[in-house]
């Protein structure tokens, strides 16, 4: 077992808060306490710009906010742009001597329809143009803002309200899209994968992509109760057997070369996770077993490439 | 005096970006926009301007980046037509509701479909309602002026909103024009560097683009309608100021031969100097013929209009849009603006040079022949679609 213990060392993290309570996230909302971890990461030398969805409603009900740092929403499918503007803008200001030249971290915010749909473009341009910023992706598997809509990111076999298991479907029949691998393709410095249920990770993740020079890309699992039909307790739970069963591998791409912060040669069974989840409860032990193949595959080929270090 | 130069409009209207000491440009190139972006690569590629510019994926894109850099108090441009605006047309809502002053150039062409590079206005005439101040210049001179303009505008305290400079495509774009350039020292205090009101900044953390329950919204619109409706005094001031420092002064409504006229041409943009040889040829036949120009279209310029207009028997508005199945937008505001008044003039319309066709001196006769038959048999309120072959 190559496991890495200080993913678990929560007390090593700040005290300081630069996400506020008072905000209006569900009860067992993982994608909430992501952003917060995320924000004690940043620390306070940061801009925010966040794109339309769960985040941004729970956080930013005028005229409240939760929001300790500059924060800014101005719509859903443009974050990356936003971000790009807010970028050039400092470092024109700075060169011009009109604010003071300081590190200041761009940060870009979404979910993933926000990012893997309707955001894809802004964000591969973003990418494309190397941006000094780094794009955080809170991945709830669906749009679960406006109720659990199915999005590219929805894994196979998930039932939403848009793609519902019935008499003659068996919920989401396409596989979810590997938003890590898009980013990565892009040649970008940077581009992780984290979840919450590894606060440490996640926080050496962000803050390592936040000093990189040019565009870095952090993926993060977010357990959703509401949206993933399972008891608000569970959510750390969720998402360490993301990571265990495989589902959700924790790896890291530095300038091409990847790295797994976990690794697991005996993986978990995928049941295990699946059972814990009202969306996967129509799946029959056949469809399951179909789906533990592919992952597993796309599994080895990920330590496969860590392996070769590209 | 500045230097007297012959130029084309499109590399006038960027070298006035340049002189306005903009921060950060971003564009996505569109028929007939292009020449003005390529022009300011070319100045920032050369090291003649200090801006950052970006070529984006898309005007969608190319707007929400001015955005993210105005937020931070950049100075920020942007420029399009047709599909691009439409495309970026979300973007132009929210830009001012967050009060930010942005100026972006619009060489005005048709919407699709059929698919048109020309010119007409039904671009601008999309965004109508989308709450940026909005110029429409005749001449490539306005153009370069209203750069200058429209930054000291925008980013004036009582107003901080986006504005349009509407120029027509190709008409404007693409001619080689006289133009008086402005000595950059006259610029530099005419256009002092921005200073925002608040920005994105870690030393005063504030939250931008909150969003508002319906128990607060309509405080929020009421609070951007009293700014852009207030904002014409100071439209005025600085239209007064610029014309102090260059001789050239600037009114929401512009007239040519009008004081006496029973019968006025109304039109936007370019048209108006195609109509002033038509007014000529007609006052030389002895005919009570005169122009109005409306420079200003948000915020409408109600008194001003109306002080001419009412003064006229018959108002000919050629308008160079359809809103399909009403008829001419600029001519239904004409007449909402006019209703109340029981010695009201006639308005008969014309929607003519769509997707840029021609609009000569003789068309615009032609149509002021047809208005007034009409309008003496009774038909006051007419409308049609000028020069279609049927």
């Given at each position: 077992?190559?496991?890495?213990?200080?993913?678990?060392?929560?007390?090593?993290?700040?005290?300081?808060?630069?996400?506020?309570?008072g905000?209006?996230?569900?009860?067992?909302?993982?994608?909430?306490?992501?952003?917060?971890?995320?924000?004690?990461?940043?620390?306070?030398?940061?801009?925010?710009?966040?794109?339309?969805?769960?985040?941004?409603?729970?956080?930013?009900?005028?005229?409240?906010t939760?929001?300790?740092?500059?924060?800014?929403?101005?719509?859903?499918?443009?974050?990356?742009?936003?971000?790009?503007?807010?970028?050039?803008?400092?470092?024109?200001?700075?060169?011009?001597?009109?604010?003071?030249?300081?590190?200041?971290?761009?940060?870009?915010?979404?979910?993933?329809?926000?990012t893997?749909?309707?955001?894809?473009?802004?964000?591969?341009?973003?990418?494309?143009?190397?941006?000094?910023?780094?794009?955080?992706?809170?991945?709830?598997?669906?749009?679960?803002?406006?109720?659990?809509?199915?999005?590219?990111?929805?894994?196979f076999?998930?039932?939403?309200?848009?793609?519902?298991?019935?008499?003659?479907?068996?919920?989401?029949v396409?596989?979810?899209?590997?938003?890590?691998?898009?980013?990565?393709?892009?040649?970008?410095?940077?581009?992780?994968?984290?979840?919450?249920?590894?606060?440490?990770?996640?926080?050496?993740?962000?803050?390592?992509?936040?000093?990189?020079?040019?565009?870095?890309?952090?993926?993060?699992?977010?357990?959703?109760?509401?949206?993933?039909?399972?008891a608000?307790?569970?959510?750390?739970?969720?998402?360490?057997?993301a990571?265990?069963?495989?589902?959700?591998?924790?790896?890291?791409?530095?300038?091409?070369?990847?790295?797994?912060?976990?690794?697991?040669?005996?993986?978990?069974?995928?049941?295990?996770?699946?059972?814990?989840?009202?969306?996967?409860?129509?799946?029959?032990?056949?469809?399951?077993?179909?789906?533990?193949?592919?992952?597993?595959?796309?599994?080895?080929?990920?330590?496969?490439?860590?392996?070769?270090?590209? | 005096?500045?230097?007297r130069?012959?130029?084309?409009?499109?590399?006038?209207?960027?070298?006035?970006?340049?002189?306005?000491?903009?921060?950060?440009?971003?564009a996505?190139?569109?028929?007939?926009q292009?020449?003005?972006?390529?022009?300011?690569?070319?100045?920032?590629?050369?090291?003649?301007?200090?801006a950052?510019?970006?070529?984006?994926?898309?005007?969608?894109?190319?707007?929400?980046?001015?955005?993210?850099?105005?937020?931070?108090?950049?100075?920020s441009?942007?420029?399009?037509?047709?599909?691009?605006?439409?495309?970026?047309?979300?973007?132009?809502?929210?830009?001012?509701?967050?009060?930010?002053?942005?100026?972006?150039?619009?060489?005005?062409?048709?919407?699709?479909?059929?698919?048109?590079?020309?010119?007409?206005?039904?671009?601008?005439?999309?965004?109508?309602?989308?709450?940026?101040?909005?110029?429409?210049?005749?001449?490539?001179?306005?153009?370069?002026?209203?750069?200058?303009?429209s930054?000291?505008?925008?980013?004036?305290?009582?107003?901080?909103?986006?504005?349009?400079?509407?120029?027509?495509?190709?008409t404007?774009?693409?001619?080689?024009?006289?133009?008086?350039?402005?000595e950059?020292?006259?610029?530099?205090?005419?256009?002092?560097?921005?200073?925002?009101?608040?920005?994105?900044?870690?030393?005063?953390?504030?939250?931008?683009?909150?969003?508002?329950?319906?128990?607060?919204?309509?405080?929020?619109?009421k609070?951007?309608?009293?700014?852009?409706?207030?904002?014409?005094?100071?439209?005025s001031e600085?239209?007064?100021?610029?014309?102090?420092?260059?001789?050239?002064?600037?009114?929401?409504?512009?007239?040519?031969?009008?004081?006496?006229?029973?019968?006025l041409?109304?039109?936007?943009?370019?048209l108006?100097?195609?109509?002033s040889?038509?007014?000529?040829?007609?006052?030389?036949?002895?005919?009570?013929?005169?122009?109005?120009?409306?420079?200003?279209?948000?915020?409408?310029?109600?008194?001003?209009?109306?002080?001419?207009?009412?003064?006229?028997?018959?108002?000919?508005?050629?308008?160079?849009?359809?809103?399909?199945?009403?008829?001419?937008?600029?001519?239904?505001?004409?007449?909402?603006?006019?209703?109340?008044?029981?010695?009201?003039p006639?308005?008969?319309?014309?929607?003519?040079?769509?997707?840029?066709?021609?609009?000569?001196?003789?068309?615009?006769?032609?149509?002021?022949?047809?208005?007034?038959?009409?309008?003496?048999?009774?038909?006051?309120?007419?409308?049609?679609?000028?020069?279609?072959?049927?």
């Amino acid at each position: 077992m190559t496991e890495n213990l200080n993913v678990y060392a929560v007390r090593m993290l700040t005290q300081k808060e630069y996400f506020a309570p008072g905000h209006r996230a569900c009860q067992g909302c993982a994608e909430v306490l992501a952003v917060r971890l995320a924000a004690k990461a940043l620390g306070r030398n940061v801009i925010v710009a966040n794109a339309t969805g769960c985040m941004e409603i729970v956080s930013s009900p005028l005229p409240f906010t939760s929001w300790k740092v500059p924060w800014f929403h101005v719509a859903f499918e443009n974050t990356a742009a936003v971000a790009s503007g807010i970028e050039s803008g400092l470092k024109v200001l700075m060169r011009k001597g009109r604010i003071p030249s300081k590190k200041i971290v761009t940060i870009a915010m979404g979910g993933d329809g926000g990012t893997a749909d309707i955001g894809l473009q802004a964000l591969s341009g973003a990418l494309e143009r190397g941006h000094d910023f780094t794009y955080i992706c809170t991945d709830n598997e669906a749009y679960m803002n406006t109720g659990i809509q199915r999005s590219s990111s929805t894994p196979f076999g998930a039932s939403t309200t848009t793609s519902p298991a019935g008499k003659a479907a068996m919920g989401q029949v396409t596989w979810k899209k590997n938003m890590p691998a898009i980013a990565a393709a892009h040649n970008i410095p940077y581009v992780a994968t984290a979840c919450p249920s590894y606060p440490i990770d996640l926080v050496q993740k962000v803050k390592k992509a936040a000093d990189i020079k040019g565009p870095a890309y952090v993926h993060i699992l977010s357990v959703c109760p509401t949206g993933w039909r399972s008891a608000p307790e569970l959510s750390i739970k969720l998402g360490r057997l993301a990571v265990e069963t495989g589902v959700f591998p924790l790896y890291e791409v530095e300038r091409g070369q990847y790295r797994m912060s976990m690794d697991f040669p005996k993986l978990r069974p995928i049941k295990e996770y699946f059972k814990l989840q009202g969306r996967f409860r129509h799946l029959t032990d056949d469809m399951i077993e179909e789906i533990e193949k592919r992952l597993h595959q796309e599994y080895e080929q990920l330590r496969e490439k860590a392996k070769k270090g590209v | 005096m500045g230097k007297r130069v012959g130029m084309e409009v499109s590399i006038a209207a960027a070298e006035a970006v340049k002189q306005a000491n903009v921060d950060v440009i971003s564009a996505y190139p569109i028929t007939p926009q292009t020449h003005i972006v390529e022009h300011l690569s070319d100045l920032v590629a050369n090291g003649e301007m200090d801006a950052d510019f970006f070529c984006v994926e898309s005007e969608h894109s190319a707007l929400s980046v001015c955005v993210g850099s105005e937020a931070t108090g950049a100075r920020s441009f942007t420029c399009t037509s047709s599909q691009g605006l439409a495309l970026m047309s979300e973007i132009t809502y929210i830009a001012s509701g967050l009060r930010l002053p942005i100026v972006m150039i619009l060489a005005n062409r048709t919407l699709s479909a059929p698919l048109s590079i020309w010119n007409d206005h039904s671009d601008v005439m999309s965004i109508r309602d989308c709450g940026w101040i909005q110029f429409f210049v005749e001449n490539g001179q306005e153009v370069y002026d209203h750069v200058f303009i429209s930054y000291r505008l925008a980013e004036d305290r009582k107003v901080l909103l986006p504005v349009i400079i509407n120029m027509d495509g190709f008409t404007l774009s693409h001619v080689i024009e006289p133009f008086e350039m402005i000595e950059q020292e006259k610029i530099d205090q005419f256009l002092p560097p921005y200073q925002p009101l608040y920005r994105l900044h870690p030393d005063h953390p504030i939250t931008m683009g909150a969003f508002a329950l319906p128990s607060i919204f309509a405080e929020t619109k009421k609070a951007q309608e009293v700014v852009i409706r207030s904002s014409m005094p100071k439209i005025s001031e600085v239209w007064k100021a610029f014309g102090d420092m260059t001789g050239r002064y600037y009114n929401p409504i512009e007239t040519y031969k009008a004081e006496d006229a029973e019968t006025l041409l109304v039109t936007m943009g370019s048209l108006g100097e195609t109509a002033s040889v038509a007014v000529d040829r007609m006052r030389e036949e002895g005919r009570s013929v005169g122009l109005v120009k409306i420079r200003l279209w948000r915020p409408f310029p109600f008194e001003d209009f109306k002080q001419v207009a009412l003064k006229a028997k018959d108002l000919v508005v050629i308008d160079r849009a359809i809103s399909v199945g009403m008829g001419g937008p600029v001519a239904s505001e004409l007449k909402a603006a006019l209703y109340g008044y029981d010695s009201r003039p006639s308005v008969y319309n014309f929607v003519a040079g769509i997707s840029g066709r021609d609009v000569a001196p003789s068309d615009f006769i032609k149509m002021v022949d047809k208005a007034e038959i009409e309008i003496e048999e009774g038909n006051k309120e007419g409308y049609e679609l000028y020069g279609v072959r049927e």
